[in-house]
Nanobody, 123 residues
């Protein structure tokens, strides 16, 4: 069983900053990648940023230059520093992790989601 626990959401004014954090725990053999998605009301869940175990990052065009994703492999955590926030960044943010778990000699690939944390940017 693998769990993701998020923290750091809240209300901020436009132009402000927030930092989201996510910690993975459980029977993890290795973590392939970790990332953040967001889902605004009435819209589909979309990738915000992701980072591999090797440190390669990927960002949505809408957040490039404003958001920074980082990861602590030793602690199985990922953070998202969000600067220059805009009202259109308002959404529920979900932590995502793609992991390998090993049970009785069998390695399996899992995709795990956090419960979501609300980010509200007021204009």
């Amino acid at each position: 069983q693998v769990q993701l626990v998020e923290s750091g959401g809240g209300l901020v004014q436009a132009g402000g900053s927030l930092r989201l954090s996510c910690a993975a725990s459980g029977s993890i053999f290795s973590i392939v990648s970790m990332g953040w998605y967001h889902q605004a009301p009435g819209k589909q869940r979309e990738l915000v940023a992701s980072i591999t175990s090797g440190g390669s990052t990927n960002y949505a065009d809408s957040v490039k230059g404003r958001f920074t994703i980082s990861r602590d492999n030793a602690k199985n955590t990922v953070s998202l520093q969000m600067n220059s926030l805009k009202s259109e960044d308002t959404a529920v943010y979900y932590c995502n992790s793609r992991v390998l778990v090993r049970t009785e000699g069998v390695t399996r690939y899992l995709e795990v989601w956090g419960q979501g944390t609300l980010v509200t940017v007021s204009s």
